[in-house]
């Protein structure tokens, strides 16, 4: 992890630790933000093994930055025919996996304003899948709270159309990633070369 290599302290959180290929540290179910914030002995991972919906925003500890990956299957241009996000029922979809997907992204949204407002310097970023089929760009938690400025009360973030071959992954996967980061700039104009 390239944040842990320069020295971050970071945490991570999954469903469950079966698509860890290496873990770094010992995974532990969802804990109480005293555990969390709690210094821990050498590692500098935290794995964290739970349900979004279980965290608190409030008793999480602050962060300084927070990159959230939400499950693609729902957002993807290649799940459409099953979950038909579409500008009728405002890309809200009408399977219940897209309905639980909703309710993920309202909660990540949730703990994104909550750190946010305890610490004015908090960034993010949130990558999901991207080109014009991506459908979480048009989801009304984006467009009425994450691409909204902070001066009108919103996350401030910039959506940044990228592939993974930026970040030298070796697959040109067209993806959408939000950042309320200053640092967009150069990723933004980079990505349009």
């Not at 698509?19 to 590692?43: G, M, N």
């Not at 991972?45 to 500890?61: F, G, N, Q, T, Y």
């Not at 009728?88 to 909660?107: F, M, R, T, V």
């Amino acid at each position: 992890m390239t944040l842990r290599a320069h020295g971050w302290e970071v945490a991570v959180h999954d469903r469950s630790d079966k698509f860890l290929e290496q873990p770094l540290a010992p995974v532990h179910p969802c804990r109480s933000a005293a555990e969390l914030a709690a210094p821990s002995s050498d590692q500098m991972i935290k794995w964290l093994s739970c349900e979004l919906l279980e965290i608190d925003p409030e008793e999480l500890p602050l962060f300084d930055y927070i990159h959230a990956s939400l499950c693609c299957a729902t957002y993807s241009p290649m799940s459409q025919e099953k979950h038909q996000r579409t500008e009728d029922n405002n890309y809200l979809g009408i399977s219940p996996e897209a309905g639980c997907a909703n309710e993920e992204l309202a909660h990540l949204v949730a703990i994104l304003q909550s750190q946010m407002r305890r610490n004015p310097a908090f960034l993010f970023s949130l990558e999901n899948p991207g080109g014009a089929g991506g459908k979480m760009q048009h989801a009304p938690k984006v467009k009425e709270v994450i691409e909204v400025t902070e001066v009108e009360g919103g996350l401030g973030a910039v959506r940044c159309d990228v592939t993974y071959c930026m970040f030298e992954r070796g697959v040109k996967k067209p993806t959408h990633l939000w950042t309320n980061s200053k640092a967009r700039l150069t990723l933004c104009l980079n990505s349009e070369l």
